[in-house]
């Protein structure tokens, strides 16, 4: 009976495990004072799919004090960031490029949004940063995205 029970715990570990330790999904905000409540989202290697619950907890309005987050290289968000002001609020200043791997719509306070990520996209080992590409917004909004 013992070991039957001790099988049956290691059952319950095992499904727990696969369940609820590897999260594809995190909670990021973003408030008034352009920061992020992150400075790095870690994504178990085996998630395919990542979910990023984006939420804007200030007041301001999305043309004053607009959040988004989008994932590129490290190396590449310079280049993003810059024709993200070309691309203006009616794009949510992302720009159509394929160096952006991943992005979200943009909100004001006391929006949300979700995005999706397709994993596949990614290698590890390579370092990527994500960002708000609001105008000026990426030099404090900015964390590491590591896949594990
Ligand atoms: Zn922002």
């Avoid at 495990?17 to 990021?28: D, G, I, P, R």
């Avoid at 409540?37 to 907890?57: A, M, Q, R, T, W």
């Avoid at 390579?126 to 917004?137: L, V």
Wanted: charged share 25%; with cysteine; glycine share 10%.
């Amino acid at each position: 009976m013992k070991k039957l029970s001790a099988i049956l715990g290691l059952m319950i570990f095992t499904l727990f495990s696969q369940n609820s330790f590897a999260k594809c999904e995190v909670t990021l905000t973003g408030n008034d004072q352009m920061q992020f409540d992150l400075k790095k989202i870690e994504v178990p290697g085996s998630c395919k799919k990542f979910k990023i619950n984006l939420k804007h907890s200030g007041k301001l309005t999305k043309q004053v004090m607009g959040h988004n987050v989008v994932i590129s290289k490290t190396e590449d968000m310079t280049e993003i960031t810059q024709k993200a002001m070309a691309v203006g609020i009616k794009g949510d200043y992302v720009p159509k490029d394929s160096k952006v791997l991943a992005a979200s719509k943009l909100v004001g306070g006391g929006e949300h949004t979700t995005l999706s990520v397709d994993i596949g996209k990614f290698k590890k080992g390579e370092k990527y940063t994500f960002f708000c590409s609001f105008p000026g917004h990426y030099a404090l909004m900015k964390g590491d995205f590591l896949i594990k």
